[in-house]
């Protein structure tokens, strides 16, 4: 059985920098692409980051690009995502994703485990 879990949201100040982990169990985890998505209050889930099965390729939404920086650890089945110069446009819930392909999709609709998520709440 597939698991993913987020952490490492909370509240911080704009400007400020938060790391989140996302812990993968029950795949092999080192052979697949895994993604960032994010749902802010009202609005639809979209791409933020994605990174290929070596960690060689990776993707970034415009919004984030040169703030956010993806990142994985093979030997702890765990993709980060290091989030800097926050800002309060960036607030949402931040979920964690694959659809065991080695290749990165940027699609909601093409994954198909999810994590539960992990709010992250910047303040202005």
């Known amino acids: 059985q597939v698991q993913l879990v987020e952490s490492g949201g909370g509240l911080v100040q704009a400007g400020g920098s938060l790391r989140l982990s996302c812990a993968a169990s029950?795949?092999?985890?080192?052979?697949?692409?895994m993604e960032w998505f994010r749902q802010a209050p009202g609005k639809e889930r979209e791409f933020v980051s994605g990174?290929?099965?070596?960690?060689?390729?990776?993707a970034y939404a415009d919004s984030v690009k040169g703030r956010f920086t993806i990142s994985r650890d093979n030997t702890k089945n765990t993709v980060y995502l290091q989030m800097n110069s926050l800002k309060p446009e960036d607030t949402a819930v931040y979920y964690c994703?694959?659809?065991?392909?080695?290749?990165?999709?940027?699609?909601?609709?093409?994954?198909?485990?999810w994590g539960k998520g992990t709010l992250v709440t910047v303040s202005s």
């Open positions: 994703a694959t659809n065991r392909a080695t290749i990165i999709h940027r699609r909601v609709d093409a994954m198909n485990y």
């Open positions: 029950g795949l092999p985890f080192s052979n697949y692409a």
């Open positions: 990174i290929n099965w070596s960690g060689a390729g990776t």
